[in-house]
């Protein structure tokens, strides 16, 4: 019988490190330092005699912000899938982030809203604020720590192949060219990877590139935060609007203490709304936001606000390639990067690596493509992708009067029962928040008891009633 979705996602989140003692693999390459691939380069240490990380940026373990990593000035929230996840593999992380300032938030200090309504308690998950070059550092210092990976600051270039498998990596350190020879590689080079031309100009089959406009408008901006992380009656808070509510269209907002007593605060507007762009329009907003963000702003800016647009969501479909080549996969950004406000990406990359965990304990053909290992991280894409091109379609549709299908409809109006009853149901809340903190699959949400119980829940509310 085949596994249903829902078993493979909730096995994958549950993996643990390899309990292999004898490495099946010489010298394993990960293209891309960021956090796909320190994540990867931790599960192939299990795997690998050693492994070497290939990254173009100088990468240090400061926390600095890089050329190759654009979007890391903004909000970055890690799910507790993607924290539970690194917590596994690298045990002790998330006490060390605390120990050097990151906040992590208690259930009670965390405050969801939509369209202005706080979400009912749900769940018992903390969240931990930090900036992404805080994260990323952390994480680089855990895994070069590991005895048998290193990092090589260079340019990848290209692969060699023997017997349809890849057999070395080229790369340019910028005096002249190298070839680094390995006998797995993965590509971690994010949203921008040129892996796919490579393999095609190689005389393999290309991965087929989906993209869904998304149009979002990003602004972040720094606060010096005066009140103890302890003493925060919110230490970290999303909420979203729809249609976009205050000055300047504000579709999205968040607010987490993060680390050297800071707020990172972040305004998304769509389509041509940007709000935020300057600190005094920033602080503006936040006054008309939850008393947080308010609170959060009338701080000392500690920087400009940095902006980003990002046009489109991407995935890229390994499975079911005709002709690719063996000892090669790929993960994080470069395999699919999403509607950044639904904070999928670090964790994916955390599942990717739980992926590829699986695939090399299972005794794999290496010399045959990597089908089982992409099948396994086909299951994390779509259901990724469910949540945040699901999303994003509803709102396109909606803008462009676009007419759905009845049965697309119909799962619309299901799902925003759902997400209608999370604000009075603190059931609800849990399994909603499960699916989108990334703990199970977004088909646990398609149960017609849940459904019954969020309709009840909604005409209760309406009628001014108590939920059961
Ligand atoms: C605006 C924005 C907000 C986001 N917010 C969140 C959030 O709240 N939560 C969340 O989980 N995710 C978020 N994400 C997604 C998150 O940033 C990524 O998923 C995460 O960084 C993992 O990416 P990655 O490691 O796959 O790739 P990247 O972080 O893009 O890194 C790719 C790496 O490859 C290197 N590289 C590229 N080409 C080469 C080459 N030829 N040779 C050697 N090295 C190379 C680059 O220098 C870089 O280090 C957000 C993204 C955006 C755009």
Known sequence: ??????????????AGPSTATRPTLDTACVLGGSIAGLLAARVLADHARR???????????????????????????????????????????????????????????????????PQAPGGAH??????????????????????????????????LYRNDAVSAVRHTTGHGEEVLETDFVVDAMGRSSRLSEWVHSDGYDKPRLERLPSGINYASALFER???????????SLVVYSPPYPAGGTGVAAVNAIEDDKWLALLVGFGEDRPGASVEDFRAVCEELPPIYREAARGASAREVVTYRQADSRRRGFTGLGR????????????????????????????????????????????????????????????????????????????????????????????????????????????????????RHPLTLADPLLLERAVAANQTALTGGATP
């Open 324 to 439: 690719f080549p063996a000892r090669l996969v790929s993960v994080g950004d470069a395999v699919a990067s999403f509607n950044p406000v639904y904070g999928q990406g670090m964790s994916s990359a955390a599942l990717h690596a739980s992926c590829l965990s699986e695939f090399l304990q299972g005794d794999p053909q290496l010399d045959r493509q990597a089908g089982e290992f992409f099948q396994l991280q086909e299951v994390v894409v779509d259901a990724a992708w469910a949540v945040s091109a699901g999303g994003d379609a509803v709102r396109l549709d909606t803008e462009n009067g676009v007419e759905v299908p009845e049965e697309v409809r119909q799962q619309r109006w299901a799902l925003q029962q759902v997400i209608g009853a999370t604000v009075v149901d603190g059931s609800i809340a849990k399994a909603f928040n499960n699916v989108s903190f990334m703990l």
């Open 226 to 236: 005066s009140t103890q992380a302890e003493d925060l009656p919110v230490a970290c």
């Open 51 to 117: 492994v070497v990380i290939v990254e173009r940026d100088e990468v240090g373990t400061e926390g600095r912000s890089r050329a190759g990593v654009p979007q890391d000035q903004q909000v970055h929230s890690l799910l507790p899938a993607g924290r539970l996840w690194i917590e596994r593999w690298l045990p002790g992380f998330t006490q060390e982030a605390q120990d050097l300032g990151a906040v992590l938030a208690s259930p009670e200090q965390a405050l969801t809203c939509f369209d202005g309504h």
């Open 126 to 159: 903390a969240l931990l604020g930090a900036s992404r070059p805080f994260l990323e550092s952390r994480l680089r210092a855990r895994v070069l720590a590991l005895s048998n990976v290193s990092t090589v600051r260079s340019r990848a270039t290209g692969l």
């Open 1 to 14: 019988m085949t596994e249903s979705p829902i078993s493979v996602f909730e096995r994958l989140v549950d």
